[in-house]
């Protein structure tokens, strides 16, 4: 079992910066596939980045692309998501969660859906005020 602990939430002004962090238990961090997903009060839960075992592929909502940076650390079990030039509609609670291990070829697409990841963080709180 994989346990995962987000860090690095609070309080920001729009047009301002914040770095998620997400701490893996499992020695087997590197074998997943990882992303981030949130949920403001109210709504859906929403995919926001995802990132491919290796590092070498990243895949972000359009809500997000070009301001958000997923990254990760296979040394150190910890996946990051770099938050730039925030707006007040990004306040949600963020989580990270864990791909099963992937057998054979999935799109960019796969990973949208939360139903396809399986452990999951508790979550860390980002409000941003306008």
């Known amino acids: 079992q994989v346990q995962l602990v987000e860090s690095g939430g609070g309080l920001v002004q729009a047009g301002g910066s914040l770095r998620l962090s997400c701490a893996a238990s499992s020695g087997t961090f590197s074998g997943h596939d990882m992303g981030w997903f949130r949920q403001a009060p109210g709504k859906e839960r929403e995919f926001v980045a995802a990132?491919?075992?290796?590092?070498?592929?990243?895949y972000y909502a359009d809500s997000v692309k070009g301001r958000f940076t997923i990254s990760r650390d296979n040394a150190a079990n910890t996946l990051y998501l770099q938050m730039n030039s925030l707006k007040p509609e990004d306040t949600a609670v963020y989580y990270c969660a864990t791909v099963p291990q992937i057998i054979g070829y999935v799109s960019g697409s796969y990973y949208y859906s939360g139903n396809h990841y399986d452990y999951w963080g508790q979550g860390t709180q980002v409000t941003v005020s306008s």
């Open positions: 990132i491919r075992r290796s590092g070498g592929r990243t």
